[in-house]
């Protein structure tokens, strides 16, 4: 799931989260200072430009991505371990790490972009966040039509006007995406065995 | 839509429709006769073979096959006056109709497959839906295998065990695929006003 910041995106991903138990989040690294409030290992994992480097070295990053001064990456390891349990993951990331996610991922990469129902209200909702300097807004600000134009490299499309509805919608995808047909596991048996007792 | 004779297609196809008023139902032409409770127009449109084969020669028919001793189309004339309308249209059609279907629409086309939950419920609502002579009850029956071989040719798979849970899962599906990038209309534009107000 991905988003110009502001869009909204990370209180879908929460929502998500805490509507549906099958979901692992997928806990970026970073370089950048943690805003207040924000929990390390549980909104990012903290880390040094030196663990940083040793982690894209060692290939323990499914994508990395640099976004002002800093870095951002998918640890490759929770991601392996939540899918051999049969769970989904969410990952909240930007285009960039989307592009090269879908390498990594092919088909199994389900891509939704959240878009703000309008101009100002991605402006507010970035004013009103309020734990970023100003400077910080205006970078992000921006950088909004950069991150915007990335809309027609996504599967799906949410226009995020009311959360709940948004969320609905998200939900919607990921209940389809889970009846594809070559995401069930154990179909061709379930059908094989049903044939036989015809 | 498809799946075997008895995996409860025509009920969901129903509520599907009942609940969802933007989507037209193709309505069917058949040489076959009418079931008790089956309304020309509404089931399907009873026409004679001359005209079945009239409307094959005039390439109105989007698909047509051959079932058991009757033949079953689709005609092109309300599907193009629906989708031009931007209304979806729900096709209630068996495997051979949906393999043509595809080749004629292409990505546009959402293939989705219903499965019984098991052999038995299929044969018992077989049974009990009491309209068919023993004799086609019994050829439904033994076509059951070749229908369900067909389910790896669906983008979608639903298991019919229960009817609201089945429906609730199709209709997820239809939210999904409206929520896709390359069906939502004016995105592009509805991106390019907003980046101009940023």
New interface residues.
């Given amino acids: 799931m991905s988003s110009p910041s502001g869009a909204g995106k990370t209180t879908l991903s929460r929502k998500l989260l805490a509507d549906d138990k099958n979901i692992s989040l997928s806990v970026s690294v970073t370089t950048r200072k943690a805003r207040t409030g924000e929990v390390d290992g549980k909104d990012y994992h903290f880390i040094t430009k030196d663990r940083f480097e040793q982690m894209i070295a060692r290939r323990e990053l499914l994508e990395w991505a640099q976004v002002f001064d800093n870095l951002y990456g998918t640890p490759k390891a929770p991601v392996d371990a939540a899918l051999a349990e049969g769970r989904d993951v969410l990952f909240d990331i930007d285009w960039q790490g989307t592009q090269q996610l879908a390498q990594a991922m092919e088909d199994d990469l389900v891509r939704v972009?959240i878009?703000?129902p309008?101009?100002?209200s991605?402006?507010t909702r970035l004013i009103t966040r309020n734990q970023d300097s100003s400077t910080v807004v205006a970078k992000r600000?921006a950088e909004?039509?950069r991150e915007?134009?990335h809309?027609?490299e996504?599967?799906?499309?949410?226009?995020n006007a009311d959360v709940d509805r948004a969320l609905a919608?998200v939900?919607?995808?990921l209940?389809?995406?889970r009846?594809?047909?070559k995401r069930?596991i154990g179909?061709?048996e379930?059908?094989r065995e049903?044939?036989t007792?015809?």
Same sequence: chains 1, 2.
């Fill in positions: 972009f878009l703000p309008d101009a100002d991605l402006r600000m909004a039509p915007l134009s809309w027609a996504y599967d799906y499309v949410v226009v919608q939900v919607a995808i209940t389809a995406e009846l594809r047909r069930q179909l061709s379930f059908v049903m044939t007792k015809l």
